[in-house]
Nanobody, 124 residues
Framework: QFGIVESGGGLVQPGGSLSLSCAAS????????ISWFRQAPGKEREGISC????????NYATSVRGRFTISRDDAKNTAYLQMNDLKPEDTGVYYC?????????????????WGKGTQVTVSS
């Protein structure tokens, strides 16, 4: 059965770290660019990081650049988002999404598949 499941969210103090995972079943991640989005309370969902299907290209929103790192392990059919130096404004629901665009390039539009999200709360 096909599915995308995010995990690794939780409650962390400012300055702490979390590592999110995006595990796929029923399909192979090899063919997909992968993007992470987040939706803060009362705000629209925004794209924060993406990685091309080859893994050779990544992109980060200004708000997370230098603190977050996206990666993928196609052998494990899993993508990751390492989040360091977390801030209260990083609080939100984090979603993983797959994009099967021709060329496998990184973007934040026209996602094909979405996970249900994992909650990240940064608070003291």
């Amino acid at each position: 059965q096909f599915g995308i499941v995010e995990s690794g969210g939780g409650l962390v103090q400012p300055g702490g770290s979390l590592s999110l995972s995006c595990a796929a079943s029923g399909l192979s991640l090899d063919y997909y660019a992968i993007s992470w989005f987040r939706q803060a309370p009362g705000k629209e969902r925004e794209g924060i990081s993406c990685i091309s299907s080859s893994g050779g290209s990544t992109n980060y929103a200004t708000s997370v650049r230098g603190r977050f790192t996206i990666s993928r392990d196609d052998a494990k059919n899993t993508a990751y988002l390492q989040m360091n130096d977390l801030k209260p404004e990083d609080t939100g629901v984090y979603y993983c999404a797959l994009d099967g665009n021709v060329g496998g390039y990184c973007r934040y539009t026209d996602m094909e598949y979405w996970g249900k999200g994992t909650q990240v709360t940064v608070s003291s």
